[in-house]
């Protein structure tokens, strides 16, 4: 029996349904050769309520060089009910610089820091504030542990920050608090566990993709430092540090990250036996990782037109290391090319043809994919990374489908060696916020139009006169242009998917799509200026995607400065609204909030037909090309004199207002200075 044939199972398997897996065996464990727990603040050894003991470092050999006076130690006020006993109701306070010295065996570390930003005797825990570094590598600048938690949501009490750092050779681990001026340090609890040499660091045989950048590849070996910002059981439960692989990991459910209501299935059989390879160690993840799934649902005619989608606070300005965990357990799930899909971050193409079963070799294989990607520096120090992922599906393939078991995210120290996030911060930890467009669901047709607006590049086409002229021009050379690639924007959000649905979605319909101001502000980082890539008298036009991802579009936005405004902005949806050309650029939709007036339209690959024109660095356009363009602009006009309900005159034709696709079809655009002619008015034809 196949259970996509039976999509009711599926139904009693959502997430907030199940019950906890105690059908999963356990992975073999790594044995760590370093294992250090470090109560500070306390006098003797104690047991946290995992079983595991940890030392006090009253008198502690780790910080035998510093002075008596450098530190005190100190016992929280009150405990919070979600707080132990052990390692948070004591901490170590440092009025001066302080260093932990910790003598491990050489290779990478698992380095965790615990914080409870209590109240201790009469210090104001709101007033700290301190650095920390390891050995060569910055961790925390000017940090402030309550600032961080308050600003966590849910909100917690106590939190813990994960690090990995390598120490080499005849090298120890130097932990060094530094307060900043007038202020403390403190630290409640710090673990170090080793963990295998190759766990995640790919080395310099073995480069990994590098998502919009040109070489492509990323090189990540142990000189790196890695911060985990995320962990993630995807379609599971919270797996505590005790049901890890020995290095005490905890991977926590993913619902809190799903983009609105688009949730998917969740499958979690009590019988799947994870095969372990060479490649993927019984280490690299739990059993119960590997033995629980996130996917679209039996329905593939659904599935194709909705994306499943995480998002991620993170902070700009570093790269990040996306680890992707994948296991296909189900039975029906026999060979390669039954479930191949897309894999989108930040709306940029990881991989196009992601087939599970091809990759792994066989049912209940586990495997992971590793990808970096580059966070570039806004206006804003947080911005968020998303992960999409949708069927590519075609009539070969049995299943229209998608699907995720586990998800880790690793910030990457910056060319100077810090980790460093700007104070104060929003940690990562925290969900998306509750601004987020949501799902727009038609309950009667069960669509899931998920609504991602991000950036495009809006350019021009050729003006009527030039066409009249191209007809009529005499024999004149045309300068030989400096042959380069297109110019290109990188944006944290751009992939060009291509569907049936998405092309659907670019036809004009009579009532245009309304966006809200969220919808918009979430895609373009609140109109970050690195998303503009054109301006006009109407205001910036920026680049973006809709449908999550799945559609390139151009949004511009009145500029309150412009000398356009309301009518002409109406005009533009009305008149696009009615129009039904292949040489017109579709209008998709707009946003009317209070104070915004914003066009969204399709996406336009090639840009301006000015572009290609004057003072470019692309390559010279080929007679036969220009006049296959001159020719589209006409056609373009002629329907709007001549095919349209009300011929219309555009007022507008210029070289810029000539845009050209990716299969370099001239589209006539910008219709907000257009007038319809009056009916008494005669028409006038133009054969072509």
Avoid at 521 to 530: G, I, L, N
Avoid at 583 to 598: A, N, Q, R, T
């Amino acid at each position: 029996m196949s259970l996509r044939d039976h999509p009711g199972i599926y139904l009693v398997l959502l997430l907030h349904l199940l019950p906890s897996v105690t059908g999963i065996k356990k992975s073999l464990s790594y044995t760590p050769v370093d294992l250090i727990l470090l109560d500070c603040g306390a006098s003797s050894s104690s047991t946290s309520l995992d079983g595991r003991t940890w030392d006090g470092d009253a008198d502690s050999k780790f910080h035998a060089s510093n002075p008596e006076t450098a530190s005190s130690a100190f016992t929280a006020s009150q405990q919070d009910p979600s707080v132990t006993q052990v390692p948070y109701m004591t901490a170590r306070i440092f009025q001066s610089q302080f260093t932990y010295t910790f003598p491990v065996s050489p290779g990478p570390k698992f380095v965790r820091l615990y914080f409870y930003p209590a109240t201790y005797s009469n210090l104001d825990i709101s007033k700290s504030r301190f650095s920390l570094s390891a050995n060569t590598y910055t961790l925390l600048n000017n940090f402030s542990a309550f600032l961080t938690v308050s600003a966590m949501k849910p909100s917690v009490a106590s939190f813990i920050k994960e690090y990995i750092i390598t120490v080499w050779d005849n090298q120890k681990l130097d932990l060094t608090f530094s307060p900043s001026p007038s202020s403390f340090a403190f630290i409640n609890g710090i673990e170090i566990i080793s963990m295998p040499n190759n766990l995640y660091a790919s080395g310099n045989n073995n480069p990994l993709p590098y998502l919009g950048i040109d070489s492509n590849q990323f090189y990540l070996d142990n000189t790196t430092a890695l911060e985990k910002f995320y962990r993630l059981n995807v379609g599971g439960q919270d797996i505590n540090g005790n049901d890890d692989t020995g290095m005490h990991r905890t991977w926590l459910q993913d619902l809190n990250y799903i983009f609105s209501g688009a949730v998917g299935f969740v499958i979690v059989p009590p019988d799947v036996k994870i095969q372990y390879t060479m490649k993927t160690p019984a280490y690299t993840a739990p059993v119960m990782v590997y033995g629980s799934m996130r996917f679209m649902g039996p329905d593939s005619h659904l599935n194709l037109k909705y994306n499943l989608t995480w998002y991620f606070s993170i902070d700009a300005g570093f790269n990040y290391l996306v680890r992707l965990h994948f296991c296909e357990f189900r039975p029906e799930e026999t060979r390669s090319d039954q479930v191949v899909f897309y894999i989108f971050i930040n709306n940029q193409t990881a991989e196009p043809y992601a087939d599970i079963m091809l990759w792994s070799g066989g049912n209940s294989v586990p495997l992971y994919k590793d990808y970096v990607l580059w966070i570039p520096k806004g206006s804003h120090s947080k911005q968020y990374l998303c992960l999409a992922l949708h069927p590519n599906f075609d009539k070969k393939r049995t299943y229209a489908d998608a699907f995720l078991n586990g998800l880790e995210i690793f910030k990457l120290n910056n060319s100077g060696g810090s980790l460093a996030s700007p104070c104060p911060e929003l940690l990562a930890g925290s969900p998306p916020p509750e601004n987020l467009p949501k799902l727009k669901v038609k309950t009667n047709e069960k669509r899931f139009l998920v609504v991602i607006v991000v950036g495009s590049v809006f350019g021009g086409m050729l003006a009527l006169s030039l066409v009249i002229c191209f007809f009529a021009f005499k024999q004149r050379r045309v300068k030989d242009f400096e042959k380069s690639e297109a110019k290109s924007f990188r944006f944290p959000f751009s992939h060009t998917l291509r569907s049936s649905v998405t092309k659907a979605s670019l036809r004009p319909s009579n009532t245009s799509r309304r966006f809200s101001i969220f919808e918009i502000e979430v895609a373009t980082s609140k109109f970050d200026d690195e998303f503009v890539i054109g301006s006009g008298g109407f205001g910036n036009v920026y680049k973006g995607f809709i449908d999550d991802g799945a559609t390139p579009v151009a949004i511009k936005r009145l500029d309150s400065s412009s000398r356009q405004g309301t009518r002409e902005f109406r005009t533009e949806i009305d008149m696009l609204s009615e129009l039904h050309n292949p040489h017109l650029v579709s209008l998709i939709g707009y946003c009317d909030d209070p104070g915004e007036m914003i066009l969204v339209y399709e996406y336009m690959h090639r840009g301006t037909l000015r572009d290609h024109l004057y003072k470019t660095r692309n390559p010279p356009l080929p007679w036969k090309r220009r006049l296959e363009i001159c020719i589209g602009a006409a056609r373009g006009l002629y329907y709007l004199h001549t095919g349209a309900k009300h011929p219309i005159i555009h007022r507008d034709v210029k070289s810029t207002n000539i845009l050209i696709d990716e299969n370099w079809v001239a589209k006539v655009s910008d219709f907000g200075l257009s007038r319809w002619v009056p009916p008494a008015t005669p028409k006038r034809t133009l054969a072509l």
